[in-house]
Structure formats: structure tokens, C-alpha cells
């Protein structure tokens, strides 16, 4: 949604009272997720009532979130706040919307495409829509993208060999 941005993504119930594990897309769980903390999703807002850390996965418990059935109708839908209340990333973080429409350039100053979408995985990657429609997925690892600059809008991709060919 414009004007906002996202912070997490809600996965799956975890056990019979209504938590869910949460993709967590913000540098700042602590705050986004803390009690009280009301976050926006296409079906309205969620007011989280708990979290706490388990086995590497933030557990969320939201108020009006009884049961696993309750828990599991959540289940794909984006956690976003305002944009005016999301601060700064910190360094070498960035939020997906400051990324998407950055232009890419080769280490040579050539154009690559536009940056379309941040896929989050395994590995976070950048979508990059090539001037002739295709879409190439760029690992977002320093290796392979040394520079971003947002203020300018461009960032630099030292693709492997291979990458932005054609197949």
C-alpha cells in the first residue's frame, strides 16, 4: 500500500492458542513487535498482545487472535506500518520500498534494468526488469551488490557471468 511499509509477514500458527510465526522484515522487532504496537494488514489492523523469540522465529500473539483456527486465516498477510513512522533502516539496511525502482548499473557504468521487487527467501534477492521485459533475480550480498545508493537511485551489480544473459 503506498505510504507504508512493510515490517513482517505472517507465517504459520504455532501451537493451539492463537500465536503465528512471523517473517520479520524490519531491523527493530523489538519495537515493532512490542506490546501494544498496532500494525496494518489488507483485512485491518492487528494489535499485538505478545512476542517472544523461539528457536530463531519471533512468535506473535495478537489481540482477538483466540485459537489456531483464528491464527491460521492470518496466515501470507503483510505486517506494514505508516511510512512516516518507520525512521531510518540503519547502516547497510534498507527498506524493500526505498529499494524498488532503483536503477542498476553494471561496475562499468552500464544499465542493467530497474529493481521491480525484493524476493525474501532463503537469501533476500532484488528483481531486476531488464529493458527488454525480463526479470533476473540478483542475489542482495554485498559480493554482488557492493554499492546501493538510494539518494541517488541507482545501485551496482557485479553479476556473475551468466546472469543477465539471455537463455
Sequence with gaps: MAGEVTVGRIG????????VAVEVRTDAPELRFAD????????????VAGSVWHSGRLLV????????NDAEALRGRELRIGADERGEAGDGAWWDEDLIGLQAYAPDGAPLGT?????????DLLAVTTADG???LVPFVTAIVPRVDVAGRRLVVD?????????
Excluded at 12 to 18: K, L, Q, S, T
Excluded at 115 to 123: E, F, G, K, T
Excluded at 159 to 167: R, T
Design 61 to 68: 500473539r495478537f489481540a482477538g487472535v483466540a485459537d489456531r
Design 134 to 136: 525480463r526479470e533476473v
Design 36 to 47: 501494544g504496537a498496532v500494525l496494518r494488514t489488507d483485512a485491518g489492523p492487528l494489535t
Design 12 to 19: 504459520r500458527a504455532h501451537g493451539i492458542r492463537g500465536d
Design 115 to 123: 529493481v521491480s521487487d525484493v524476493v525474501h527467501s532463503a537469501q
Design 159 to 167: 553479476a556473475p557471468v551468466g546472469l543477465f544473459e539471455e537463455a
